[in-house]
């Protein structure tokens, strides 16, 4: 691991740590961790009753717990966000930050991202698909509201709004984090983490085979068609043509059938999508379920995930940002997995920038790094070096900070 870089006794107390990454599998967690600007002791102590394994660590001015599922679905999400929020409960919002099988009549795209907002219907940006029970006909009856969850919490929605401002007015994205992850000291993450160089997407496959067709077809006469005119030549003048060429599959080799080109140096345009995001405790694996599912929503789904956001949900403000790796088909393999749960990650640091803490979380923090607070409460660090510096204001009492927009 990358050098410790403040003192021991500065390092913060348990109660300062407000935000919660929640993840359910390796990749995810790693890509989590990836993004931290510092990593404290993982070695935190905890009740008996506490079967979650914690990871601590800080994106200025958030300190941050990172939980990773020990399995998918919404019941051990569940249970893990109470043992959280009984041995952390100055927890204030959770980030949902996974992999998750995209829709793609509605314009999701592999290695795209995802993120739950409210929309029009009633939802809250979160729907629990298989909440219900089943009728006749094998089919679900939703409860409440069709499975809609609570919403995000309007803190939450305002900083979404103002990332989303922000990609738009200066064209930036994700792909800012994945650069720094690539030159940050201290790490060996894998190229399949910050690339996508190679993979193929079967969506764009389809959608350009009959282009392809016609340009191997325009090729193949265009070929024909200068021969015959370079033998007549010869015939008729007695020379030939030399050196005429022509490129009609030059467009087809830069595409590259559905593979995603080096033009950018393995790196495609990240979009992001808002919208709705369909959560349960199973996998979806048929392009059919998929679309009866989008239509069950009246069209308006996004992305189905089982990592179990729809345990968590209506317990805290929480916002769920998906990594689009499949498209919930019979298709799906772990070929996108690391690179789309990287592109999660980067959207969730991103968005805690945007994420202004309460005047009494900034006042924890700063309390707790000048050094007011009982040493027996901080805990060691082991992480890497912040990629940018902070510094905490020192608040009067009955004084709130001065906040701007960043």
Same mark, same amino acid.
């Given at each position: 691991?990358?050098?410790?870089?403040?003192?021991?006794?500065?390092?913060?107390?348990?109660?300062?740590?407000?935000?919660?990454?929640?993840?359910?599998?390796?990749?995810?967690?790693?890509?989590?961790?990836?993004?931290?600007? +510092?990593?404290?002791?993982?070695?935190?102590?905890?009740?008996?009753?506490?079967?979650?394994?914690?990871?601590?660590?800080?994106?200025?001015?958030?300190?941050?717990?990172?939980?990773?599922?020990?399995?998918?679905?919404? +019941?051990?999400?569940?249970?893990?966000?109470?043992?959280?929020?009984? +041995?952390?409960?100055?927890?204030?919002?959770?980030?949902?930050?996974?992999?998750?099988?995209?829709?793609?009549?509605?314009?999701?795209?592999?290695?795209?991202?995802?993120?739950?907002?409210?929309?029009?219907?009633?939802?809250?940006?979160?729907?629990?698909?298989?909440?219900?029970?089943?009728?006749?006909?094998?089919?679900?009856?939703?409860?409440?509201?069709?499975?809609?969850?609570?919403?995000?919490?309007?803190?939450?929605?305002?900083?979404?709004?103002?990332?989303?401002?922000?990609?738009?007015?200066?064209?930036?994205?994700?792909?800012?984090?994945?650069?720094?992850?690539?030159?940050?000291?201290?790490?060996?993450?894998?190229?399949?983490?910050?690339?996508?160089?190679?993979?193929?997407?079967?969506?764009?496959?389809?959608?350009?085979?009959?282009?392809?067709?016609?340009?191997?077809?325009?090729?193949?006469?265009?070929?024909?068609?200068?021969?015959?005119?370079?033998?007549?030549?010869?015939?008729?003048?007695?020379?030939?043509?030399?050196?005429?060429?022509?490129?009609?599959?030059?467009?087809?080799?830069?595409?590259?059938?559905?593979?995603?080109?080096?033009?950018?140096?393995?790196?495609?345009?990240?979009?992001?999508?808002?919208?709705?995001?369909?959560?349960?405790?199973?996998?979806?694996?048929?392009?059919?379920?998929?679309?009866?599912?989008?239509?069950?929503?009246?069209?308006?789904?996004?992305?189905?995930?089982?990592?179990?956001?729809?345990?968590?949900?209506?317990?805290?403000?929480?916002?769920?940002?998906?990594?689009? #790796?499949?498209?919930?088909?019979? #298709?799906?393999?772990?070929?996108?997995?690391?690179?789309?749960?990287?592109?999660?990650?980067?959207?969730?640091?991103?968005?805690?920038?945007?994420?202004?803490?309460?005047?009494?979380?900034?006042?924890?923090?700063?309390? #707790?790094?000048?050094?007011?607070?009982?040493?027996?409460?901080?805990?060691?660090?082991?992480?890497?070096?912040?990629?940018?510096?902070?510094?905490?204001?020192?608040?009067?009492?009955?004084?709130?900070?001065?906040?701007?927009?960043?």
């Amino acid at each position: 691991m990358p050098r410790s870089t403040e003192p021991k006794e500065n390092l913060p107390p348990l109660h300062t740590y407000t935000i919660a990454y929640i993840t359910s599998l390796p990749k995810e967690q790693t890509a989590m961790l990836a993004t931290l600007d +510092t990593i404290h002791n993982q070695h935190t102590p905890t009740p008996a009753s506490d079967k979650n394994t914690y990871t601590l660590g800080s994106i200025p001015p958030h300190n941050i717990v990172l939980v990773c599922l020990p399995t998918m679905g919404t +019941t051990s999400a569940a249970s893990a966000m109470t043992s959280l929020l009984h +041995t952390f409960p100055s927890i204030r919002f959770v980030l949902l930050v996974g992999v998750a099988g995209g829709v793609p009549s509605n314009g999701v795209r592999l290695g795209d991202v995802v993120v739950s907002v409210p929309v029009s219907g009633g939802y809250g940006g979160v729907v629990g698909w298989d909440m219900g029970k089943l009728v006749a006909g094998g089919k679900i009856a939703m409860q409440h509201a069709g499975g809609s969850l609570n919403r995000p919490g309007s803190k939450l929605l305002g900083a979404v709004n103002r990332l989303r401002s922000e990609y738009e007015l200066y064209g930036v994205g994700v792909g800012r984090v994945l650069r720094d992850l690539e030159v940050r000291g201290g790490l060996s993450l894998g190229r399949e983490f910050t690339r996508c160089e190679g993979l193929r997407d079967p969506v764009d496959f389809g959608d350009r085979d009959g282009e392809e067709r016609r340009w191997w077809l325009w090729g193949v006469l265009g070929r024909m068609v200068w021969r015959l005119i370079g033998a007549v030549m010869v015939g008729v003048f007695g020379f030939g043509l030399r050196g005429v060429k022509i490129g009609v599959e030059a467009g087809r080799k830069e595409r590259a059938r559905g593979v995603i080109g080096e033009e950018k140096k393995g790196r495609k345009q990240v979009n992001v999508h808002y919208g709705l995001v369909a959560s349960g405790n199973w996998a979806v694996r048929d392009a059919k379920a998929r679309d009866a599912l989008n239509k069950r929503f009246d069209g308006q789904l996004l992305c189905i995930e089982n990592g179990g956001a729809a345990g968590v949900m209506n317990e805290i403000p929480s916002i769920v940002i998906c990594g689009i #790796s499949d498209y919930a088909d019979a #298709s799906a393999n772990e070929d996108w997995q690391a690179y789309a749960a990287t592109v999660a990650a980067a959207y969730a640091k991103e968005l805690l920038m945007f994420l202004h803490p309460c005047v009494d979380d900034m006042e924890m923090l700063c309390r #707790s790094r000048a050094g007011v607070e009982n040493g027996k409460e901080y805990i060691g660090q082991i992480g890497s070096a912040p990629s940018r510096d902070h510094k905490c204001p020192v608040f009067s009492q009955g004084t709130p900070p001065q906040y701007s927009l960043q």
